[in-house]
């Protein structure tokens, strides 16, 4: 069975998809099988892997329809061939109102997952900046939550929004527990970032994970570029970050 994880927070431009996809690409390159589910409607998580073009069905289909199942693309890994993406794009907003009128509406994308899961290690589920009806598919779905945020005074509004938001998750999802804490796009140059870095350390002790992800044009040229990190020149530093980021997450699962 696999292990679900939502990259989940409320704010927007913390780093989600891009912590999805290159913890998921350095899963794979962990030798685990590895699913990504885009659940933004931006679609961001399929361009990152420049799947675009070769969408014909989304995620939107298979929640509208519980007969259909999950559309599933290969994503090209470097040779390493586990890492899959459900994609995603703009309709899936609309689907979002529809699934509205749909019974049991919650709970889509987890049943879908329970038809796939025995064929992944981990599934890492990207989901849009609200909570809305495709973020709590997401956190119904999951058994644990990642969260990514800026060291930023503001961001903090956004943990503690995630924070209430999960307790009334757990009324349907008993079972969602929070993996750890991403401090994503860290610049430790600046004064605020140091700071709120070290309340978010003291405040949320062992949940924020070890490993920080500083600023790295590296890793927004290879989200540009259509690919993760391990397949983008000059990307060494975040290779590094991210396969240290990969090697917590199994850790901590296994805890």
């Not at 007969?67 to 689907?95: C, H, M, Q, T, Y």
Request: aromatic residues 6%.
């Amino acid at each position: 069975m696999a292990t679900v994880i939502a990259i989940a927070n409320q704010k927007g431009g913390v780093g989600k998809t891009t912590t999805t996809a290159n913890l998921g690409a350095a899963l794979a390159r962990r030798d685990k099988r590895v699913l990504l589910v885009d659940m933004d409607p931006q679609g961001n998580l399929t361009s990152a892997f420049g799947l675009e073009k070769r969408v014909t069905h989304t995620v939107a289909d298979s929640l509208l329809d519980r007969n259909f199942p999950l559309p599933v693309l290969p994503v090209e890994n470097g040779g390493v061939k586990k890492l899959d993406v459900v994609p995603a794009s703009v309709p899936l907003a609309s689907a979002e109102a529809a699934l509205m009128n749909k019974l049991g509406r919650e709970l889509r994308l987890r049943d879908h997952l329970l038809q796939v899961d025995s064929r992944y290690d981990f599934i890492l589920i990207d989901t849009p900046p609200s909570l809305g009806l495709l973020t709590i598919n997401g956190l119904v779905a999951a058994t644990q939550v990642v969260i990514p945020t800026e060291a930023r005074f503001f961001s903090l509004q956004g943990l503690q929004m995630l924070e209430e938001s999960i307790q009334e998750i757990l009324y349907l999802n008993p079972r969602l527990k929070v993996l750890g804490i991403v401090l994503s796009k860290l610049d430790r140059r600046l004064r605020e970032e140091r700071q709120v870095s070290e309340y978010l350390r003291e405040r949320w002790s062992g949940t924020v994970f070890d490993v920080e992800v500083g600023t790295n044009s590296k890793i927004l040229e290879a989200g540009s570029a259509g690919t993760s990190v391990f397949q983008y020149s000059g990307a060494d530093k975040a290779v590094d970050i991210y396969t240290t980021l990969a090697e917590e997450v199994i850790r901590r699962v296994q805890a």
